[in-house]
Nanobody
Framework: QVQLVESGGGLVQAGDSLRLSCAAS????????MGWFRQAPGKEREFVAG????????SYAQFGKGRFTISRDNAKNTVYLQMNSLKPEDTAVYYC????????????????????WGQGTQVTVSS
């Protein structure tokens, strides 16, 4: 069984920063990509950022470009999301996800491209 455990969420003010972490553990697995998604109340879960594990290439949703940075620690099987200049509209539950199967041609931004999901961590940004 694979577990993804997110941490780092919280309540912050607009303009503040947060760093989310997601550690993967469990039985031996292959790791092709990890990503962050978020879901605000009453809205669909949406892509935030993703990273290919083999070469470290990254992808971001438009709203996160210039403010969010995804990074990884291969040795720890951990992915991070540094979020700067947070806005009230960034308020959501943030989920990390892991792709353990090779999916050629499937962008890291697609929800269906992931095999495991974490439980989520709440991020609340007050104005």
């Amino acid at each position: 069984q694979v577990q993804l455990v997110e941490s780092g969420g919280g309540l912050v003010q607009a303009g503040d920063s947060l760093r989310l972490s997601c550690a993967a553990s469990g039985r031996a697995f292959s790791n092709f990509a990890m990503g962050w998604f978020r879901q605000a109340p009453g809205k669909e879960r949406e892509f935030v950022a993703g990273i290919n594990w083999s070469d470290g290439s990254t992808s971001y949703a438009q709203f996160g470009k210039g403010r969010f940075t995804i990074s990884r620690d291969n040795a720890k099987n951990t992915v991070y999301l540094q979020m700067n200049s947070l806005k009230p509209e960034d308020t959501a539950v943030y989920y990390c996800a892991q792709r353990q199967r090779l999916r050629v041609g499937v962008p890291v931004s697609w929800r269906v491209g992931y095999d495991y999901w974490g439980q989520g961590t709440q991020v609340t940004v007050s104005s």
